[in-house]
């Protein structure tokens, strides 16, 4: 894992699918070859960092349910 703090804290965004009422929710840090994922309730606990290609593979999954 990477300490979270090593990225900007402007560069961390949730998703558009996030609820609002500040509940489980995972940030993005945009920019970046990989892709660095923290959880909201924790941002300067760890971040985890996935390479693109798994990322996107995760994301594709999860859409196909």
Not at 29 to 39: L, Q, S
Request: aromatic share 10%.
């Amino acid at each position: 894992m990477t300490p979270a703090q090593q990225f900007p804290a402007d560069v961390w965004r949730k998703s558009s699918y996030s609820d609002s009422n500040q509940g489980e929710c995972l940030e993005i840090a945009d920019g970046y070859a990989d892709v660095p994922i923290r959880d909201s309730k924790r941002p300067h606990g760890p971040a985890l960092v996935f390479s693109a290609a798994a990322w996107s593979a995760f994301v594709q999954a999860v859409k196909g349910g």
